[in-house]
């Protein structure tokens, strides 16, 4: 009966999730390119990279990345789709959808790289 | 239906403080009847507002065990929690005293988005047709209803982070009136919606809409500002 009483709907929710993975996708975006700027520095370096690459908890955490990337990407589309074509109902069902589909995108990358 | 609601109520201003009232159980009990039983027979200096009773005039909007409702179409056997009710005044608005929030930033906003019709026509000329079933007069109809409650206002997180933000009740407004034919002010309309803290700044996440008691849908009012202010911006017809 606090403040999180009227905040605990699905479309609420998707908004947290949209920003919590907006903000993660942007910490973890330096990384990313730092692994790119040393796969183009030089072999040796990058051999050293893909051996770092190699373990399972830096597959997961790629894993990881990957979804968040999907359920941003997804729900931002939503959100595009909402603002911009005629007005559809059913919002939580396609927010949900779109979590869903980035659960199986996940789950397809990971089942590839292990 | 017997026995005792525990009914807590703000009292004072921003600095106030919930208060502790036991209050009797009756059939089809509304929670502005708890708050009226209360004024009437415990503390009669318990400040509230209302008028119609009947879901009509909009003034007796409280938070309601934490959400925004219309209280005189609330019935207690809906919302009270193992029969206690905690009653606040709306949130995102100054408190004036106990359950009366200061509605003046809500209606200023109003006329901050030019949500008032200008008339292109005299008395003199002839009444416009206005075909019911047109796209336009069935975007109006679409959103027209509103009772100026402020429950999406109170309900809006964009409000809440960001007090200068126009909100879902005035913007609304103003896309009723961006689809009739006879108002004569939409560039002025558009122009002052599309502004910092207009329709730009909503995040559609749609809880004005969840919690507007006459079930409009801001969001999509919204929505169609978002794209209407973008056209005109690209016709050159408002500016930036
Ligand atoms: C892949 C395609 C992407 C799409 C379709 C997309 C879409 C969107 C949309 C529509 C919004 C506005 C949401 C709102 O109004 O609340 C947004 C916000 C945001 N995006 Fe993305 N985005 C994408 C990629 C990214 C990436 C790669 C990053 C990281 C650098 C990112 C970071 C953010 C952040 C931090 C916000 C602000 C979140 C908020 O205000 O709640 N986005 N995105
Ligand atoms: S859709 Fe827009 S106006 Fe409605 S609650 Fe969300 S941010 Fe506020
Ligand atoms: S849009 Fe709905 S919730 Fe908002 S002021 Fe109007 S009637 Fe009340
Ligand atoms: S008293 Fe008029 S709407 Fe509730």
């Given at each position: 009966?606090?403040?999180?009483?009227?905040?605990?709907?699905?479309?609420?929710?998707?908004?947290?999730?949209?920003?919590?993975?907006?903000?993660?996708?942007?910490?973890?975006?330096?990384?990313?390119?730092?692994?790119?700027?040393?796969?183009?520095?030089?072999?040796?370096?990058?051999?050293g990279?893909?051996?770092?690459?190699?373990?399972?908890?830096?597959?997961?955490?790629?894993?990881?990345?990957?979804?968040?990337?999907?359920?941003?990407?997804?729900?931002?589309?939503?959100?595009?789709?909402?603002?911009?074509?005629?007005?559809?109902?059913?919002q939580?069902?396609?927010?949900?959808?779109?979590?869903?589909?980035?659960?199986?995108?996940?789950?397809?990358?990971?089942?590839?790289?292990? | 239906?017997?026995?005792?609601?525990?009914?807590?109520?703000?009292?004072?201003?921003?600095?106030?403080?919930?208060?502790?009232?036991?209050?009797?159980?009756?059939?089809?009990?509304?929670?502005?009847?708890v708050?009226t039983?209360?004024?009437?027979?415990?503390?009669?200096?318990?400040?509230?507002r209302?008028?119609?009773?009947?879901?009509?005039?909009?003034?007796?909007?409280?938070?309601?065990?934490?959400?925004?409702?219309?209280?005189?179409?609330?019935?207690?056997?809906?919302?009270?929690?193992?029969?206690?009710?905690?009653?606040?005044?709306?949130?995102?608005?100054?408190?004036?005293?106990?359950?009366?929030?200061?509605?003046?930033?809500?209606?200023?906003?109003?006329?901050?988005?030019?949500?008032?019709?200008?008339?292109?026509?005299?008395?003199?000329?002839p009444?416009?047709?206005?075909?019911?079933?047109?796209?336009?007069?069935?975007?109006?109809?679409?959103?027209?209803?509103?009772?100026?409650?402020?429950?999406?206002?109170?309900?809006?997180?964009?409000?809440?982070?960001?007090?200068?933000?126009?909100?879902?009740?005035?913007?609304?407004?103003?896309?009723?009136?961006?689809?009739?034919v006879?108002?004569a002010?939409?560039?002025?309309?558009?122009?002052?919606?599309a502004?910092?803290?207009?329709?730009?700044?909503?995040?559609?996440?749609?809880?004005?809409?969840?919690?507007?008691p006459?079930?409009?849908n801001?969001?999509?009012?919204?929505?169609?500002?978002?794209?209407?202010?973008?056209?005109?911006?690209?016709?050159?017809?408002?500016?930036?």
């Open positions: 009966m606090s403040m999180l009483s009227r905040r605990t709907s699905p479309l609420w929710l998707a908004a947290l999730v949209h920003r919590l993975s907006g903000l993660a996708l942007a910490a973890f975006l330096p990384f990313h390119f730092l692994a790119l700027g040393l796969a183009i520095s030089g072999e040796a370096r990058l051999e990279f893909l051996r770092w690459a190699d373990q399972p908890l830096v597959k997961l955490s790629e894993g990881l990345l990957v979804g968040l990337l999907a359920v941003h990407m997804l729900g931002g589309l939503r959100l595009l789709a909402l603002e911009n074509l005629a007005w559809r109902e059913g939580t069902r396609f927010a949900l959808l779109a979590v869903a589909a980035a659960m199986v995108v996940v789950f397809v990358f990971l089942a590839s790289v292990f | 239906m017997a026995g005792t609601l525990e009914v807590s109520l703000w009292r004072g201003g921003a600095d106030g403080r919930y208060v502790g009232y036991e209050v009797p159980m009756r059939d089809s009990q509304t929670v502005l009847d708050v039983w209360v004024q009437r027979n415990a503390d009669a200096t318990l400040s509230y209302f008028a119609c009773r009947v879901g009509m005039c909009g003034s007796c909007a409280m938070t309601v065990n934490g959400r925004p409702r219309w209280t005189c179409r609330t019935h207690v056997s809906k919302v009270a929690s193992d029969g206690k009710l905690k009653v606040g005044p709306l949130e995102n608005l100054p408190v004036i005293k106990d359950l009366a929030a200061d509605m003046r930033p809500f209606f200023e906003k109003w006329q901050q988005a030019q949500g008032r019709f200008a008339p292109s026509k005299t008395r003199t000329d009444i416009e047709r206005i075909s019911p079933d047109s796209p336009a007069r069935l975007a109006a109809n679409a959103a027209i209803e509103c009772i100026n409650c402020g429950v999406c206002y109170a309900a809006c997180d964009t409000v809440r982070w960001n007090p200068d933000y126009l909100g879902p009740a005035a913007l609304n407004r103003a896309w009723t009136l961006v689809n009739d006879r108002d002010a939409n560039v002025e309309r558009l122009t002052a919606v502004a910092d803290s207009g329709c730009h700044a909503c995040h559609s996440h749609q809880s004005c809409q969840e919690h507007c006459v079930a409009l801001p969001t999509a009012s919204i929505a169609g500002l978002k794209r209407k202010t973008a056209q005109a911006y690209l016709r050159g017809e408002i500016k930036p």
